[in-house]
Nanobody, 125 residues
Framework: QVQLVESGGGLVQAGGSLRLSCAAS????????MGWIRQAPGKEREFVAV??????STYYADSLKGRFTIFRDNNMVYLQMNSLKPEDTAVYYC????????????????????WGKGTLVTVSS
């Protein structure tokens, strides 16, 4: 089992920055990947970014490249969000999966094995 706990959400003005954190614990092996998924009000879950547990390979949603950065330090995975826009308002979930950086899995936004409870990010205009 893997446990994920997010933190760092809050209210920020458009153009501002925020860093989300995800603390991972449990049986995590080198084949895992961890990432971020978001869900805006009234919308489906959407893939944001993913990083491999061992190699540091990353993959981003095309629309977020250049503004969002995912990185890992020991058992923590972070999402640095810059130049935030009101449309970035969402609940951000940390997810993990032993299938690693399987892009069609992460692109689904829903099929990962382990999830945190989410942290709310609100960007005001």
């Amino acid at each position: 089992q893997v446990q994920l706990v997010e933190s760092g959400g809050g209210l920020v003005q458009a153009g501002g920055s925020l860093r989300l954190s995800c603390a991972a614990s449990g049986r995590i092996f080198s084949n895992y990947a961890m990432g971020w998924i978001r869900q805006a009000p009234g919308k489906e879950r959407e893939f944001v970014a993913v990083i491999s547990w061992s190699g540091g390979s990353t993959y981003y949603a095309d629309s977020l490249k250049g503004r969002f950065t995912i990185f890992r330090d020991n058992n923590m995975v972070y999402l640095q969000m810059n130049s935030l826009k009101p449309e970035d308002t969402a609940v951000y979930y940390c997810a993990a999966d032993p299938r690693g950086l399987l892009l069609r899995l992460w692109d689904s936004g829903t099929d990962m094995d382990y999830w945190g409870k989410g942290t709310l990010v609100t960007v005001s205009s």
